[in-house]
């Protein structure tokens, strides 16, 4: 499991992605411990990231710290930026590994 946005992680097996948030029981004998409520199930990658997406603008508007629509879209827009910049620093390694593969000596790989 990969954690994802704050408690919000993604597992996967060979068929599908599952998106899940994190929770801290609160009572009982168990309290204090994790525990982890399935969000939906996903068969591609973007599908499970605009779930996301409305997940934490639900979850902003239910929120009683939330006041405005504003609110709601900044908190939705710091997401999509940590998102992307997931994605930024994953399309930066894959081409630094196929510049690796293309010239075959890892010395010649320049910092970017």
Do not use: C, H, W
Not at 26 to 44: C, K, L, P, Q
Not at 59 to 82: G, H, P, Q, R
């Amino acid at each position: 499991m990969v954690q994802v946005y704050k408690d919000y992680y993604i597992d996967a097996d060979p068929l599908q992605y599952t998106l899940e948030r994190k929770k801290v029981r609160e009572s009982g004998e168990n309290a204090g411990s994790d525990y982890f409520i399935v969000i939906g199930y996903f068969t591609r990658l973007d599908f499970l990231f605009n779930r996301l997406l409305e997940q934490i603008g639900r979850d902003a508007i239910m929120d009683e710290n939330t006041k405005t629509v504003k609110d709601v879209l900044m908190l939705m827009k710091e997401a999509t930026d940590y998102i992307k910049s997931i994605f930024d620093d994953l399309r930066v390694k894959i081409d630094e590994d196929r510049f690796r593969e293309k010239s075959g000596d890892e010395e010649e790989l320049l910092d970017v």
